[in-house]
């Protein structure tokens, strides 16, 4: 989500993903990021509590961002999930080469990727929370956010295995196959 | 899923689970746990790597068991999902109080509720892999896996909320009411 990171901040983590890409995550140190970038090691500590931090800052600006899409748009609980996660997704086609390579690191480190599930979980509470605010009831919230991140995380995943792809539009495909999952469904 | 853990290693993770809910996962230690369950710390660490570790021990077995039931299961994808983990569900049930106090104990640790998303996501693939291996193609296997667990996510931490409750009949309500969701979305 490059686009919401200006200032050293921003370039600091643009570095930091650069360095985990070229020379492996293990590989890379604070000291190296900061040079590359063209600050003090201390000022990176200034920005992040470690190299790990360096790739997952977004997260706080993307879950405000997912709220305030459900918080001005109309419909049903998961059309409003859909919306949002529609924006998160054409947000990462202004710079999709980041958030393929930021994929491709995440995908090498078992620990990196534990962190991403539990970045994808802050995703689901902030958009309950977002349909609570906005007056759907708990059960309701809850199974909306669930499943709209559960789709999101099919749809990137797709999105990540075919280079070129779109990801609004990979994501929409991923939603209405859900419909037709559950239509196909005798019941 | 006690009852799939007999022997040593079922005694220890039951005393494990014992001890954190008294004293606090932190407080705890292995050595506590082996001398709790009459046996020498070495014992432990023959069969758990630490003392997390004894509190996500049911994970591959829980898999094997998803997969099985999906196996000798028909339907859509989204049924054999739905029937795998009601299955789980109805095991969970044998012993509710265990998996009551091993979801009280997971909600007070960022750590362990990270390593619990991660057994999710072990879920997740266990899944995709049975469904494909029944001739589900991929897409659809990965989309129905995911929204299988995030209802199964909804359905569990609704069951933990109400003591008393029934977590088939409430995984069972789970599901439906996703089909009311999407079958309420305008498209």
Redesign the interface.
């Known amino acids: 989500m490059g686009r919401w990171e200006p200032g050293t901040r921003g370039r600091l983590a643009q570095n930091a993903l650069e360095l985990f890409a070229e020379r492996g995550f293990e590989a890379t140190t604070a000291a190296e990021i900061a040079e590359r970038a063209g600050v003090t090691e201390r000022t990176f500590f200034r920005h992040f509590a470690d190299k790990r931090d360096a790739l997952f800052h977004g997260g706080e600006l993307l879950e405000a961002h997912l709220a305030d899409v459900v918080a001005r748009s109309e419909?049903?609980?998961?059309?409003l999930v859909r919306a949002a996660l529609g924006s998160a997704a054409a947000a990462v086609e202004t710079n999709p080469e980041r958030a393929r390579t930021r994929d491709a690191v995440i995908a090498t480190h078992?620990e990196l990727?534990?962190?991403e599930?539990?970045k994808?979980?802050g995703l689901v509470t902030a958009l309950r929370s977002a349909l609570r605010a906005k007056g759907v009831p708990d059960?309701?919230a809850?199974?909306?956010a669930?499943?709209g991140?559960?789709?999101f995380?099919?749809g990137f995943?797709?999105w990540a295995a075919r280079p070129g792809s779109d990801l609004p539009t990979v994501l929409a495909a991923?939603f209405?196959?859900?419909?037709d999952?559950?239509g196909?469904?005798?019941?």
């Not at 419909?75 to 059309?79: H, N, Q």
């Not at 196909?184 to 019941?187: A, D, L």
Request: aromatic share 0%; no cysteine; hydrophobic share 40%.
């Open positions: 419909g049903s609980a998961l059309e078992p990727r534990e962190r599930l539990t994808m979980d059960p309701s809850l199974l909306a669930e499943t991140v559960a789709v995380k099919v995943t797709r991923a209405d196959e859900l419909a999952l559950l196909t469904t005798q019941r």
